[in-house]
């Protein structure tokens, strides 16, 4: 078995401009309604077209019943008039991909601060951000299709019986695609709603930075953000002039820090007179110019070959039934694991104690934002102590113990490597995407003929690659995980170990808020 691949990362990295991305199916939830005709012929359309979907009532729908889908598709012509509130919550806490049907998601993207498809089709091309793009499939189909990161509007008129052959094709083509953009978000948007008046302190926020043009710099240039002078040299100039920047209170040098390390992912926002960070580009850590159609999605290199071994292994441990896991709870040590899939929420409670003398950070509770990609809570105490995060764990759960079950999501970049098989065993680089996590390490696969991992190589093809053994495996419901992997060629037995997995627990209300552990010490 090879284990050097020098060049497995460049390869990995330029896969997005591969013309062809074989697919596995999608899991599609359409909100739609159980007597709507309309609904019905859609449902026998996705069907036709390999794509069966779940009807969730858009009465009852909302994201503890759409989280787990791949990409929902949304039929709700009546919107505006049937739910005054988002359906969906916040933007900011909506991950799902979805499609939006018709001239509904106007009624979204104005609840959400965002431009409407019309409004993007009226944006000259210099204006729109990174995230914005029309869609054009092969075909004659006259829909008009767009999308700002994982939403998606599919502008069709009439019913879904008077729609082309290529109108369906396209309305398939873009529920796929859709699936595959798990990491990326709408950046431009509004400050307020649009065609309402700006607050005060908007205005004076805008005429501050109109200020600007009295020494003949136009706020509106990267230089002017990166190599500013007064009235920019001013902290306080530069918060009226980033979105989400280190704050008000941060010195002139730690905000030329902050911003060196920013530059080249840094939009303007014309709708919201503010430069923004793109955070797509700020995850993989490349320029936001470089990101633009296709390069903007997840799931690359998905080959036919490719899918078939991923296949394989997805079978052996457990097919697809990681979709019916909503809750989970397990024990990492002393550290208690509680996880709320549709809620988007994962906890730790550590009840471990410090020794004395040692110097590890003593902490209880850390809490983790999976849709929001936001921690809730960190652990550690008050300052000075350093502060603990539970994306770590979250991290460690996904890429050891789920993810054979994970390989065909369609966000999951699956690269076969044949010059790396050996008789018995094939080579497959793996890399999944999931918001909360950032850009994870490519990850080598070695499986064997029956599907089973051999072993997995982190970081393959660079001087940090480890490579892991799975020790045990545990059934758990319909899935078979691995629960215990050990690091070959450690100085020290070095390895990582989940007990008593639990499927579907009733949890503990109170995940994202409680700042004392909600559970019981480990038992003895």
Same mark, same amino acid.
């Given at each position: 078995?090879?284990?050097?691949?020098?060049?497995?990362?460049?390869? =990995?990295?330029?896969?997005? &401009?591969?013309?062809? %991305?074989?697919?596995?199916?999608?899991?599609?939830?359409?909100?739609?309604?159980?007597?709507?005709?309309? *609904?019905?012929?859609?449902?026998?359309?996705? +069907?036709?077209?390999?794509?069966?979907?779940?009807?969730?009532?858009?009465?009852? =729908?909302?994201?503890?019943?759409?989280?787990?889908?791949?990409?929902?598709?949304?039929?709700?012509?009546?919107?505006?008039?049937?739910?005054?509130?988002?359906?969906?919550?916040?933007?900011?806490?909506?991950?799902?991909?979805?499609?939006?049907?018709?001239? =509904?998601? &106007?009624?979204?993207?104005?609840?959400?601060?965002?431009? *409407?498809?019309?409004?993007?089709?009226?944006?000259?091309?210099?204006?729109?951000?990174?995230?914005?793009?029309?869609?054009?499939?092969?075909?004659?189909?006259?829909?008009? %299709?767009?999308?700002?990161?994982?939403?998606?509007?599919?502008?069709?008129?009439?019913?879904?019986?008077?729609?082309?052959?290529?109108?369906?094709?396209?309305?398939?083509?873009?529920?796929?695609?859709?699936?595959?953009?798990?990491?990326?978000?709408?950046?431009?948007?509004?400050?307020?709603?649009?065609?309402?008046?700006?607050?005060?302190?908007?205005?004076?926020?805008?005429?501050?930075?109109?200020?600007?043009?009295?020494?003949?710099?136009?706020?509106?240039?990267?230089?002017?953000?990166?190599?500013?002078?007064?009235?920019?040299?001013?902290?306080?100039?530069?918060?009226?002039?980033?979105?989400?920047?280190?704050?008000?209170?941060?010195?002139?040098?730690?905000?030329?820090?902050?911003?060196?390390?920013?530059?080249?992912?840094?939009?303007?926002?014309?709708?919201?007179?503010?430069? +923004?960070?793109?955070?797509?580009?700020?995850?993989?850590?490349?320029?936001?110019?470089?990101?633009?159609?296709?390069?903007?999605?997840?799931?690359?290199?998905?080959?036919?070959?490719?899918?078939?071994?991923?296949?394989?292994?997805?079978?052996?441990?457990?097919?697809? @039934?990681?979709?019916?896991?909503?809750?989970?709870? =397990?024990?990492?040590?002393?550290?208690?694991?509680?996880?709320?899939?549709?809620?988007?929420?994962?906890?730790?409670?550590?009840?471990?104690?410090?020794?004395?003398?040692?110097?590890?950070?003593?902490?209880?509770? &850390?809490?983790?934002? *999976? &849709?929001?990609?936001?921690?809730?809570?960190?652990?550690?105490?008050?300052?000075?102590?350093?502060?603990?995060?539970?994306?770590?764990?979250?991290?460690?759960?996904?890429?050891?113990?789920?993810?054979?079950?994970?390989?065909?999501?369609?966000?999951?970049?699956?690269?076969?490597?044949?010059?790396?098989?050996?008789?018995?065993?094939?080579?497959?680089?793996?890399?999944?995407?999931?918001?909360?996590?950032?850009?994870?390490?490519?990850?080598?696969?070695?499986?064997?003929?029956?599907?089973?991992?051999?072993?997995?190589?982190?970081?393959?093809?660079?001087?940090?690659?480890?490579?892991?053994?799975?020790?045990?495996?545990?059934?758990?419901?319909?899935?078979?995980?691995?629960?215990?992997?050990?690091?070959?060629?450690?100085?020290?037995?070095? @390895?990582?170990?989940?007990?008593?997995?639990?499927?579907?627990?009733?949890?503990?209300?109170?995940?994202?808020?409680?700042?004392?552990?909600?559970?019981?010490?480990?038992?003895?």
């Amino acid at each position: 078995m090879k284990t050097a691949l020098p060049h497995l990362v460049l390869a =990995c990295l330029v896969v997005p &401009a591969a013309p062809a %991305i074989a697919q596995a199916r999608p899991s599609v939830a359409l909100v739609g309604s159980l007597h709507d005709d309309n *609904t019905e012929r859609l449902t026998v359309l996705l +069907r036709e077209r390999g794509l069966p979907p779940r009807l969730v009532q858009r009465i009852v =729908c909302g994201p503890l019943a759409l989280r787990l889908a791949d990409v929902v598709v949304v039929d709700w012509p009546d919107v505006a008039r049937d739910a005054g509130a988002l359906p969906f919550g916040e933007l900011e806490r909506w991950n799902v991909p979805t499609v939006f049907l018709g001239d =509904c998601g &106007a009624h979204f993207a104005r609840g959400w601060l965002l431009p *409407t498809a019309a409004e993007i089709a009226q944006m000259p091309p210099d204006v729109r951000g990174p995230e914005m793009e029309a869609i054009q499939w092969p075909g004659d189909s006259k829909v008009a %299709i767009w999308r700002q990161g994982h939403l998606f509007y599919f502008a069709s008129s009439g019913a879904a019986e008077t729609w082309s052959a290529a109108d369906r094709d396209a309305l398939a083509r873009t529920i796929a695609f859709a699936a595959r953009c798990v990491t990326d978000r709408p950046i431009v948007r509004y400050a307020v709603a649009s065609g309402e008046p700006l607050p005060g302190p908007e205005v004076e926020r805008r005429r501050r930075l109109d200020a600007g043009a009295d020494l003949q710099r136009d706020v509106r240039q990267l230089d002017t953000l990166v190599t500013p002078p007064t009235p920019f040299d001013g902290p306080a100039m530069l918060n009226d002039l980033v979105a989400d920047g280190p704050g008000p209170d941060t010195s002139v040098n730690n905000w030329r820090s902050w911003l060196r390390g920013r530059s080249d992912k840094m939009v303007w926002d014309e709708l919201s007179y503010v430069w +923004r960070v793109d955070p797509l580009a700020q995850a993989r850590g490349v320029p936001s110019r470089s990101l633009r159609g296709e390069a903007r999605a997840d799931g690359a290199g998905r080959t036919p070959d490719a899918l078939a071994l991923a296949g394989k292994v997805v079978q052996r441990y457990g097919g697809r @039934g990681f979709g019916d896991l909503t809750t989970f709870a =397990c024990w990492i040590g002393e550290v208690r694991v509680l996880w709320d899939r549709s809620a988007g929420l994962f906890r730790l409670e550590n009840h471990g104690v410090v020794p004395p003398g040692n110097r590890a950070t003593q902490w209880e509770v &850390a809490v983790l934002d *999976t &849709a929001a990609d936001r921690d809730v809570i960190w652990g550690g105490g008050p300052e000075p102590r350093p502060r603990v995060s539970a994306r770590g764990r979250f991290l460690d759960l996904l890429t050891r113990v789920f993810l054979p079950v994970m390989l065909l999501d369609p966000g999951t970049t699956l690269i076969r490597r044949p010059e790396a098989d050996s008789a018995e065993q094939q080579a497959l680089v793996v890399q999944i995407a999931h918001r909360a996590l950032g850009p994870t390490e490519l990850q080598l696969m070695v499986v064997a003929s029956t599907g089973e991992i051999a072993s997995v190589i982190e970081r393959a093809g660079t001087p940090r690659a480890q490579a892991w053994q799975i020790v045990a495996t545990t059934p758990f419901g319909p899935l078979l995980l691995p629960t215990e992997w050990r690091l070959d060629g450690a100085r020290r037995p070095t @390895g990582f170990r989940i007990d008593d997995p639990a499927w579907n627990p009733e949890l503990p209300s109170g995940l994202d808020s409680a700042t004392e552990r909600l559970t019981q010490p480990r038992p003895r």
